[in-house]
């Protein structure tokens, strides 16, 4: 199908049924107080599911949340309070019963053409050691997209001596449920390949099944992609995320925590393909385009050194540097550094940047060293505070990294990344107050940050990402 069609189609079904989720700005919290219902009811959606709504819509919201406090016996009034709670299992229903699941076989086929030709080669090749590909489906809906992506790896991923794991993901139960029975009516084959119908699908009262084999090689979970999962989203994972028309449907800021959460689970040089009405800002992902479609790709950290293009070499080379830190190209960045001869190699701006690459490169030793050097010429320097602390906590020294991180801070009060950092250890020790204090100050920070720090030392993500980051980590605290 082409794009133009598949968007007028997005469109047609937000005229027909209103569930199309507005990407207005974020409202406030509003779990327990004033607002109509509906107004609640819509600021709980944002909350917890990032769910996005235009208050055009309040119509059907309204109605939504009379059946729903029906069901319950409650009234509209007691169920969002208890909703403010951790009422998971109705939180499910809600999703589901507010979610669109509209989907079908090969939709954009131009992407998993991509797939095919560009993108599977390449990870076969980069998983040549370990013979084993991990492929996502975010917001799988019933199951087509998770099926489709096991059909082109059928004919991609050598059957023998390769692992191959298919997860497909949803929040909605109902959806999931059908992509686990595996049945679908003629209408959802329409876009698929006569050749594929024949080898893959049986006929199954009016519809059809899916193939046994195939059913066998995709995994499906309930979660919200919103909230953090230690496994489902366990760093450098996958090889291939898709996480097709889902952002469309989410806050901003829900919307950007979710990339944050993708990016970081993508293998290093994995890649990610978006809805082509979805849009990416402010990503560390760099943008491919073949075969009329695009993808991303999350470049490698140590990545081949990449010819440094004739308008960089104009600028000074230590900007160089920190442009190429911004990029991830953190081996590229010290190559440059390495150019720099005489006294300007040993200017403690040059030593900053050295150190600050050695460190993204796990070479916490050299950094820290570089740091101490730094230190002794200035103990009130906070970026060689900040930095040094996070190698003391790369090195897993954990107090002595939080008192360089306070240090940092106490020496510039304006400096959000050491916030950040204390927030988030402290997230991971447990200490709920201290996380929820640091990460609240460096959101207020990060706004106001200099590019320059964000890019020494923002592990290459943007300032986007890392306030996203901060609000993902602030909301799974509570
Ligand atoms: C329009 S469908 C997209 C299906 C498929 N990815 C595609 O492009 O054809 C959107 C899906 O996103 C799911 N979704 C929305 N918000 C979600 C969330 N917070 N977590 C997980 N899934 C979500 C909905 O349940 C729905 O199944």
Request: some cysteine; glycine content about 8%.
């Amino acid at each position: 199908m082409s794009r133009r069609r598949d968007e007028r189609l997005e469109r047609r079904r937000d005229d027909g049924t209103g569930w199309r989720r507005d990407r207005g700005p974020a409202r406030a919290p509003a779990t327990a107080g004033g607002g109509s219902p509906v107004e609640r009811l819509r600021a709980l959606l944002a909350e917890r599911l990032g769910l996005a709504f235009d208050p055009r819509k309040d119509e059907q919201l309204a109605e939504v949340l009379q059946q729903r406090a029906a069901q319950h016996a409650l009234s509209e009034r007691g169920y969002l309070d208890r909703l403010g709670t951790a009422w998971q299992a109705e939180l499910a229903a809600l999703a589901e019963a507010v979610t669109v699941a509209e989907t079908y076989f090969y939709r954009n086929a131009e992407q998993f053409d991509a797939l095919a030709d560009v993108v599977l080669p390449a990870r076969l090749r980069a998983r040549a050691a370990q013979r084993r590909l991990n492929l996502l489906s975010a917001g799988c809906a019933t199951g087509e997209e998770a099926y489709t992506l096991a059909m082109v790896a059928a004919d991609r991923v050598p059957a023998t001596r390769w692992e191959l794991s298919i997860v497909g993901l949803d929040v909605s139960r109902s959806a999931l449920r059908q992509a686990m029975a595996g049945r679908y009516s003629r209408w959802s084959l329409r876009e698929t390949p006569e050749a594929v119908r024949e080898r893959w699908f049986h006929p199954a009262g009016d519809g059809v099944e899916v193939d046994q084999r195939l059913r066998g090689r995709v995994r499906f979970v309930e979660h919200n992609v919103t909230d953090e999962h230690p496994v489902l989203f366990a760093p450098d994972t996958y090889d291939v995320i898709l996480c097709r028309n889902v952002l469309m449907y989410l806050t901003p800021d829900a919307a950007a925590g979710v990339v944050a959460r993708i990016t970081r689970a993508l293998a290093p040089g994995g890649f990610l393909f978006l809805g082509h009405t979805d849009t990416l800002t402010g990503s560390a992902l760099t943008l491919h385009q073949s075969h009329g479609t695009f993808y991303y790709e999350k470049v490698p950290l140590v990545a081949a050194p990449a010819p440094v293009r004739a308008a960089r070499a104009q600028r000074p080379r230590r900007d160089v540097a920190v442009g190429l830190l911004a990029e991830e190209r953190f081996a590229d960045a010290l190559a440059v550094l390495d150019g720099i001869g005489g006294a300007e190699a040993d200017r403690a701006g040059v030593l900053l940047v050295r150190a600050a690459a050695l460190a993204q490169l796990g070479d916490t030793g050299r950094a820290a060293e570089l740091c101490r050097r730094l230190l002794e010429r200035d103990t009130l320097h906070p970026d060689a505070h900040h930095l040094l602390a996070t190698c003391l906590e790369g090195d897993e020294d954990h107090p002595a990294a939080i008192g360089q991180y306070r240090v940092a801070a106490l020496l510039d009060p304006a400096f959000a990344l050491p916030r950040l950092r204390l927030g988030l250890l402290a997230r991971r020790l447990g200490d709920r107050p201290t996380a929820e204090r640091e990460l609240d100050r460096a959101i207020e920070l990060l706004a106001r940050e200099h590019d320059e720090r964000i890019a020494l030392f923002g592990g290459g993500f943007g300032r986007t990402v890392l306030i996203a980051l901060c609000r993902a980590e602030l909301a799974a605290t509570s």
